[in-house]
């Protein structure tokens, strides 16, 4: 073996290779004394420590808990800017929508987005990946939707490509045009629609930059029908479908997500009861996002009634500069418990296997099994509970990339 790590107290993980939904989403293995065998970027053994094989590199883990490489299966990594100074306008009592309408949250944003240079958003990004491996986070989904014109969206996208080929954290990449209404287009909405599905999509395909396509479905931004329109187009495109969703109103985004098939619906604050069985139906992964209901003092989404109804539920930062500006999985994870009362193992699973499923990975990362990547996480934590149990603090001693002990 390559590398071996030994002396495992915990070894905590999911197993298979697909979203685990209802009572699975529990059932996960526990290992006592473990050790985990890989050989170049994969994993080899899994199994007692004192049954390990020999390695060229022996990490000797004092105990402590191993999980997998967290997933975040939703941010909006790359970025022009902050919006620091919404935040007095939020505790005047000034909502999402309206700040929106006024020119600001999304749009601020574009603006700065599109006056930032590529090198620009590339630096911000590595050092931005840089902190969220230090904190367990080996796989990251970035969308793009800071840009609203052609030019700028492929600006965004590209530079996400890069920083996945700069590595070590992997990138999975989602177009999303479909993000507002930009100004020079108020007046004009099927335009800018046309825009997005005519002109941005091939764009973006020709240049092999997005394998999903992620839209905006909520009052005042993209209507059930334009963004079923939107989905649509993007599907005969070559895109798998994701949908925003129901998040500040009850309009039937995830029914709407769950009748285009989509592989995620995201936020689902709001869905309704036949939302949720339609998303359970159907098998679309739950991408709920508790540091956004955290950050505006928002609700939070029914994950208990998700899973359920059998909906597999997967748990992301949303990281993005307005509603959820922290890209620390670790949080999520603590609130994923407390606000929307999963169990430690759901939890796990949530922010693992179930990540993957929403991103198409998880035959190759979110658990812990042979023939899979060796991402893997070593805690600062005697147990699974202790990690859901501390909030506030890093707890990642060190994390495993492809094989590579990173820090």
């Not at 105990?63 to 490489?69: A, H, N």
């Not at 990138?171 to 993000?179: D, I, N, W």
């Not at 748990?315 to 929307?340: A, I």
Request: contains cysteine; charged residues 25%; negative net charge.
């Amino acid at each position: 073996m390559d590398l071996v790590l030994k002396n495992i107290g915990l070894l905590a993980t999911p197993t298979g290779t697909a979203a685990r939904k209802g009572a699975e989403q529990g059932q996960i293995t526990l290992i006592e004394n473990a050790a985990v065998g890989i050989e170049g970027e994969e994993i080899a053994y899994v199994g007692r420590s004192e049954d390990a094989p020999a390695g060229s590199e022996v990490v000797d883990c004092g105990g402590r808990l191993v999980t997998p490489g967290l997933v975040d299966a939703h941010t909006h990594l790359v970025f022009g800017g902050w919006r620091q100074k919404e935040m007095a306008r939020k505790l005047a009592g000034e909502s999402y929508l309206d700040i929106l309408k006024s020119g600001g949250g999304i749009l601020d944003t574009v603006r700065q987005t599109r006056a930032a240079t590529e090198a620009e958003l590339l630096e911000k990004g590595k050092a931005l990946l840089e902190t969220m491996l230090a904190h367990g986070t080996t796989t990251v989904e970035c969308k793009s939707g800071y840009g609203l014109t052609t030019q700028d969206e492929l600006k965004q996208l590209r530079v996400a490509k890069k920083l996945g080929e700069c590595g070590p954290v992997d990138l999975v990449h989602t177009f999303m045009g479909a993000h507002a209404i930009p100004p020079e287009y108020k007046d004009n909405r099927q335009a800018y629609i046309d825009l997005v599905c005519d002109e941005m999509m091939p764009a973006v395909k020709s240049e092999g930059l997005a394998q999903f396509c992620d839209v905006f479905c909520e009052t005042a931004v993209f209507t059930i029908e334009e963004s079923r329109y939107i989905l649509g187009k993007a599907v005969k495109h070559g895109f798998l479908p994701k949908a925003h969703a129901d998040e500040i109103d009850p309009i039937g985004g995830a029914e709407m997500a769950a009748e285009m098939g989509c592989i995620s619906a995201e936020h689902l604050i709001q869905a309704s009861d036949a939302g949720i069985r339609a998303l359970g139906r159907r098998g679309v992964v739950a991408c709920l996002l508790p540091g956004t209901s955290f950050h505006l003092g928002k609700d939070y989404a029914r994950a208990r009634d998700m899973v359920a109804a059998g909906v597999a539920v997967a748990v992301c930062t949303d990281f993005n500069p307005g509603s959820s500006p922290g890209l620390n999985l670790q949080l999520p994870m603590y609130l994923s418990c407390h606000k929307y009362r999963l169990t430690p193992a759901e939890a796990l699973c949530a922010v693992t296997l179930n990540g993957a499923a929403a991103i198409g990975r998880c035959e190759s990362i979110g658990s812990i099994e042979v023939g899979k990547q060796a991402d893997l996480v070593l805690w600062d934590a005697p147990d699974l509970d202790y990690i859901f149990y501390r909030y506030g603090n890093n707890l990642v001693d060190r994390v495993v990339k492809r094989g590579r002990v990173m820090r």
